[in-house]
């Protein structure tokens, strides 16, 4: 049966990238985008704007007290007219993403591309919405790009009137996680049929569609969604995609975070819709339990839970799950190596950092040679169970994301993994994952069990309570055991399986998840809990910190230094400057292609 499925999957694997936070910014991916100070408000010159010399711009969040803008629409919403905030969004979408980055996704072996994109990029805004428009172009060039180099590049509606989830990524931030203002708002959800109509004539009308070959038309609407509203806007959208750029075209669609919902006899027909795709997204780090798992644990969590859920549809012969559908396919649309960090919390303390001092936090983290042996390993096994090969439901996946700002969350982007190695090579479109790394559990097998790689944070005893909307719970006896190790004679590097289990207990109490993806941001840090310095340190640092006699001096020496670095010298102070230290007016590169090493 598995090798008939195999046979049945003819079309050439799916191995992509997210172009995440630009032509929809999210905060976690370029945090001194959303650090604006009252003279970014100003305008027009935003590149001479920084920390040293001007009053940060806080607003009050959605989730209570004062805050950098948190969304596209409160950063904005910060600008005194549309003018100036298209101005200085223009900046980002000019300089985010650059030919160099497609050359080295190519060379990576990368065969796609998915473009987060907002509703509005057409100009859809109402009086009373602080959006801009503008982006347009700039994916019209990145198509360009992406034609010279054979990538095809598939957008994907990211936001919704009225928010399908009430996340960040919506592009609008709402303080509860929900689908309401949409599905059950008729107007929002006409927007949003009319937004896939004017991008996809759009597409038509500037002819790209020969590279634009795939079509996301709502991101993760969420689990409270009316299902039954979903999906007849599911099919409108799909007949509007294929009425504007061709039947051929491949349309994806969100789970609603449950593909196993889908798993009735929807879309499996071949005719109507053997090119459309049902997009789930995998994350490790936005719930309390996969977050404290030691590194064999993760490896198992990946070979059991995701690959259930990558399984779990879709199936012409539902429910006996053994006839894959010959209509719609499965894609894993994101997914990370970040797997011990959430991202919320991380950022809270990332903006904080840029507010207090100027400089983001671990903005030039390094990630240890050990912790960056099994990111390999983790990422190998994604790949290999999100290409589901034995089951035959699946057609590939694309990593979120491409790069990120600082080094918080390192762990999330492609091009650094790609940079350190710890991307491994991805095998050429025809040959699976699995037959050139082996199967999941092969690679949970010689997975190092080290849990000193693993620095969960925020530490779980400050985790509320009630924030596990996703329902995650450990209970699966191989991801319990170690992939099986503690069970066969193998045995974790720091615990038994007793000893793990007491451990676990008095951390995890509560199982606990943040409220979304990206509205958890982009995150990849080596984080550890701060502890209370003991008696010995504190003597210690008083014998070697020679007296407080020289601190006035120091800092008559250094205001003066800073004052010839910004007036004269045209520089900001190292990280205080909207973009880590660079020259005033460049774009942090950070993650660039050109500093890859082969």
């Given at each position: 049966?598995q090798e008939?499925?195999?046979q049945?999957?003819?079309r050439p ?13 999210e905060?976690?991916?370029?945090p001194y985008?959303?650090?604006?100070t009252?003279?970014?408000l100003?305008?027009?010159h935003?590149e001479y ?11 009050d969040?959605?989730?209570?007290g004062?805050?950098?803008?948190t969304d596209e629409?409160?950063l904005?919403q910060?600008?005194p007219?549309?003018?100036l905030a298209?101005?200085?969004?223009n ?14 996704l ?6 796609h ?16 919405e ?11 060039r ?15 509606i ?6 399908q989830?009430g ?16 599905s059950g708002?008729?107007e929002?959800v006409k927007?949003s049929?009319?937004?896939v109509?004017?991008i996809?004539?759009?597409?038509a ?5 020969d590279v634009v ?8 609407p969420?689990?409270?969604?009316d ?5 007849t806007?599911y ?8 009425t504007?750029?061709g ?5 994806f669609?969100?789970?609603m975070?449950?593909a196993?919902k889908f ?13 459309t795709f049902?997009d789930?997204?995998?994350?490790h ?12 644990q ?5 070979c ?7 399984e779990?549809c879709?199936?012409?012969?539902h ?20 797997y011990?960090?959430l ?12 507010k207090?001092?100027g ?9 240890p ?13 994604q790949?290999?169970?999100y290409e589901?090969?034995?089951?035959g ?8 994301t491409?790069?990120?700002?600082g ?5 999330w982007?492609?091009l ?5 190695k ?7 479109p ?5 037959s ?8 949970a097998?010689?997975t190092?069990?080290?849990?000193t ?8 005893e400050?985790t509320?309570?009630?924030a596990n909307w996703q329902?995650v ?5 191989y ?12 045995k974790?590097?720091?615990?038994t399986a ?8 008095s951390?995890?109490s509560?199982?606990?998840?943040s ?7 982009e995150?990849?840090?080596e ?11 504190m003597a210690e640092?008083?014998?070697t910190?020679?007296g407080?006699?020289w601190?006035p ?24 400057g909207?973009?880590?230290g660079?020259?005033?007016?460049q ?12």
């Amino acid at each position: 049966m598995q090798e008939d499925r195999r046979q049945e999957a003819v079309r050439p694997w799916i191995r992509g990238v997210n172009i995440g936070g630009w032509l929809l910014m999210e905060r976690f991916i370029t945090p001194y985008m959303f650090a604006v100070t009252k003279c970014h408000l100003a305008g027009p010159h935003h590149e001479y704007c920084d920390l040293f010399q001007c009053e940060p711009h806080m607003i009050d969040s959605a989730d209570g007290g004062k805050d950098f803008p948190t969304d596209e629409y409160t950063l904005a919403q910060s600008f005194p007219n549309k003018a100036l905030a298209r101005e200085y969004l223009n900046y980002h979408w000019e300089n985010f993403v650059q030919k160099q980055d497609v050359i080295a996704l190519k060379e990576a072996g990368v065969t796609h591309v998915r473009v987060p994109i907002p509703h509005w990029i057409m100009g859809d805004i109402k009086e009373d919405e602080p959006w801009v428009d503008g982006q347009w172009l700039h994916f019209v060039r990145f198509v360009g790009w992406c034609r010279e180099l054979s990538i095809e590049v598939w957008p994907d509606i990211h936001t919704a009137p009225g928010s399908q989830n009430g996340f960040d990524n919506s592009g609008q931030l709402l303080p509860d996680r929900t689908c309401k203002y949409w599905s059950g708002n008729a107007e929002n959800v006409k927007r949003s049929l009319i937004a896939v109509d004017d991008i996809t004539k759009a597409i038509a009308r500037d002819s790209i569609k020969d590279v634009v070959s795939g079509f996301g038309v709502l991101n993760e609407p969420f689990g409270d969604c009316d299902p039954d509203v979903v999906r007849t806007f599911y099919d409108d959208a799909l007949k509007i995609v294929k009425t504007n750029i061709g039947h051929d075209t491949n349309v994806f669609i969100g789970d609603m975070f449950n593909a196993s919902k889908f798993n009735d006899g929807f879309w499996i027909d071949a005719d109507d819709y053997s090119n459309t795709f049902l997009d789930s997204h995998y994350y490790h780090v936005f719930a309390e339990r996969p977050r404290s798992l030691s590194p064999k644990q993760h490896i198992a969590y990946v070979c059991a839970k995701n690959t259930r859920d990558t399984e779990a549809c879709c199936y012409s012969d539902h429910p006996t799950n053994q006839k894959p559908s010959k209509g719609i396919s499965r894609l894993i649309g994101e997914w990370s190596a970040s797997y011990d960090t959430l991202v919320v919390d991380k950022l809270a303390d990332v903006m904080e950092g840029i507010k207090k001092n100027g400089e983001a936090p671990e903005f030039n983290r390094t990630i240890p040679e050990k912790r960056q042996d099994f990111l390999k390993e983790f990422v190998k096994a994604q790949m290999v169970a999100y290409e589901a090969e034995d089951a035959g439901v699946s057609s590939g996946w694309f990593y979120w994301t491409l790069k990120t700002e600082g080094g918080a969350f390192a762990e999330w982007s492609f091009l650094r993994g790609l940079k350190e190695k710890w991307i491994p090579s991805i095998p050429d479109p025809g040959e699976s994952s699995m037959s050139l790394f082996g199967s999941c559990r092969d690679i949970a097998e010689r997975t190092v069990d080290d849990e000193t790689i693993v620095h969960e944070f925020p530490d779980p005893e400050t985790t509320p309570e009630g924030a596990n909307w996703q329902g995650v719970e450990i209970d699966d006896d191989y991801v319990v055991t170690h992939a099986g190790s503690l069970t066969t004679g193998g045995k974790s590097t720091t615990s038994t399986a007793s000893e793990h289990d007491d451990q676990k207990s008095s951390k995890t109490s509560s199982t606990t998840t943040s409220v979304t993806k990206k509205n958890q941001v982009e995150i990849g840090k080596e984080a550890s809990t701060p502890t209370e310095a003991t008696d010995e340190d504190m003597a210690e640092k008083d014998s070697t910190s020679g007296g407080s006699g020289w601190f006035p001096l120091f800092a008559v020496v250094f205001f003066v230094y800073a004052i010839w670095r910004v007036f004269f010298k045209n520089e900001p102070i190292r990280g205080i400057g909207g973009v880590g230290g660079l020259r005033r007016g460049q774009y942090s590169n950070i993650d660039a292609p050109s500093a890859l090493s082969v």
